[in-house]
């Protein structure tokens, strides 16, 4: 979750990459939210470190868990879907009462609303974790790890990615902890009690994906390392079998260092699809895309190779689907997911950071939106790929 909003003149800086001829129109094919005012009944109050003011028309604390932030995806093979929601309200400093959760959700796009259906609270019983948590029942807060992304293995596990380490964490299916963080080596957060931070803040592990064989995790990085060249994103590889980063990484380049990725996820063993984002909502947002990244470098830039497949602030919407405009835009600050539904239909969610992003109306929270999308090409995706869940 982020929550720096950048100006039009900020965004409007010369990009420091090549200019991508313009793709194919991609097409708008579902939409369904879940209300930003949802929350998960019966549960603990929230909110606490926000004050009492009105954020957006929303006054906190909250009664119960608010049902939000989401910022990782996994396909079920029932149409349902498990979206991981990070840190809660930001910061380490206002998010100890924001408890984390996989919430396993429903959209039903006949009537353009997303149910919640279940979901579990993320602990860690056996101490896995190596320094003080919030509570001493080692439930996990926001105040303690800061999830961004999510993959499902095998054995119905996942892994998570953080950004207070950066480190990837291992979740069984009842959202306990089965070993220790794994940090990122050579590379600390602010947030990381080792010290000695040569990564900005919020700018750990904001994508990770799942290799088509289930024996490698890619873990790419929405920040620069310092020393890196601005604007360059490490992805990191990681054995499962291991438990180790293997020392191979790949370099993605924003097309404006002040950008963001927002998601990723593996289309084959060397193509990915990200997530590229400025850190504007509604009028001011400018660049909201979907890149499809190659890691074989064809220019030998020493870069992955990206090809725009979806602007999400212009997809066409000639049916006027969820009753919204012919273009479509999806303006929000954070947009951080994104799934393979078929060879050529995604599904881009976004983390609407309630209460604080009001992308879609100025004064409001935005909802949890859920769309799908239509590719103007086939992925031609690894067939492991297709039919994972």
């Known amino acids: 979750m982020s929550l720096t909003l950048l100006t039009v003149t900020t965004l409007a800086t010369p990009t420091t990459a090549a200019p991508q001829p313009a793709p194919r129109q991609a097409t708008l094919t579902n939409f369904a939210f879940l209300p930003a005012e949802t929350y998960l009944p019966g549960s603990e109050p929230s909110g606490a470190a926000l004050g009492t003011s009105p954020i957006n028309g929303v006054t906190p604390p909250f009664a119960d868990q608010p049902i939000q932030g989401f910022s990782g995806l996994v396909r079920n093979s029932d149409g349902t879907f498990d979206a991981i929601s990070d840190n809660g309200y930001g910061t380490k400093a206002n998010s100890a009462d924001w408890l984390l959760r996989i919430n396993r959700i429903a959209p039903d796009f006949s009537t353009g609303a997303v149910d919640v259906v279940g979901g579990i609270t993320l602990t860690d019983p056996h101490g896995h974790i190596p320094f003080p948590l919030t509570r001493p029942d080692r439930v996990i807060t926001g105040a303690d790890i800061d999830i961004e992304s999510v993959t499902r293995v095998a054995d119905g596990s996942y892994w998570m990615g953080d950004e207070f380490g950066p480190y990837l964490l291992h979740f069984d299916r009842a959202g306990r902890l089965l070993a220790p963080p794994v940090p990122l080596p050579g590379v600390r957060a602010p947030e990381n009690p080792a010290g000695n931070p040569n990564l900005g803040g919020s700018k750990g592990f904001e994508g990770i994906t799942l290799s088509p064989d289930g024996k490698t995790i890619n873990a790419l990085l929405e920040g620069t390392v310092a020393g890196d060249e601005p604007g360059t994103l490490r992805l990191n590889e990681f054995d499962i079998a291991s438990n180790a980063f293997t020392g191979k990484t790949w370099r993605y380049q924003l097309e404006n260092p002040n ?125 492991r790929v297709l039919r994972r869940r």
Do not use: C
């Open 259 to 383: 950008f963001a990725i927002g998601d990723a996820i593996a289309v084959d063993d060397n193509r990915l699809l990200i997530i590229e984002r400025d850190s504007a909502q509604g009028v001011d947002a400018i660049v909201k895309r979907v890149y499809l990244a190659d890691k074989r470098d064809r220019n030998n830039d020493g870069k992955l190779d990206k090809t725009m497949v979806a602007d999400l602030l212009n997809l066409a919407n000639p049916k006027h689907v969820g009753g919204q405009a012919d273009p479509f835009k999806f303006p929000f600050v954070t947009i951080e997911d994104v799934t393979i539904l078929d060879d050529r239909t995604i599904a881009v969610l976004n983390d609407n950071n309630f209460p604080s992003s009001s992308g879609r109306t100025p004064g409001k929270p935005d909802n949890n939106e859920f769309i799908t999308i239509r590719l103007a090409e086939n992925l031609h995706a690894d067939p």
